[in-house]
């Protein structure tokens, strides 16, 4: 009833940059944080931003001020802006969406299909 819908990934060399989006669409109700999440093989799933809907943000040690987190909650989107990218920074990207859904009860946490990006040295 609710998508999580991503696009940007991509192949870059390191040190380029990429912009990661992400929409949520369907039956929302109230979003209260949106995020990414990356994998890398092998490895678990780990946090690289949040953003709560008053704008208040949390990255992951590793991002040192390379990532920009940002949202608008008008049209219920989510984007990542990847600067500087490091080899190292090579996962499948996840957007994560804390919501309730219009007619059920609770909030619920969604997540996208996931993006590849991969960067090359």
């Known amino acids: 009833q609710v998508q999580l819908m991503e696009s940007g990934g991509g192949l870059v060399q390191a040190g380029g940059s990429l912009r990661l989006s992400c929409a949520a669409s369907?039956?929302?109700?109230?979003?209260?944080?949106m995020g990414w999440y990356r994998q890398a093989p092998g490895k678990q799933r780990e946090l690289v931003a949040t953003?709560?809907?008053?704008?208040?943000?949390n990255y992951g040690d590793f991002v040192k001020g390379r990532f920009t987190i940002s949202r608008d909650n008008a049209k219920n989107t989510v984007a990542l802006q990847m600067n500087s990218l490091k080899p190292e920074d090579t996962a499948a990207y996840y957007c994560?969406?804390?919501?309730?859904?219009?007619?059920?009860?609770?909030?619920?946490?969604?997540w996208g299909q996931g993006t590849q990006v991969t960067v090359s040295s």
């Open positions: 994560n969406a804390d919501l309730s859904i219009s007619g059920k009860l609770g909030s619920w946490s969604l």
């Open positions: 369907g039956r929302i109700g109230t979003i209260y944080a």
């Open positions: 953003i709560t809907s008053g704008g208040r943000t």
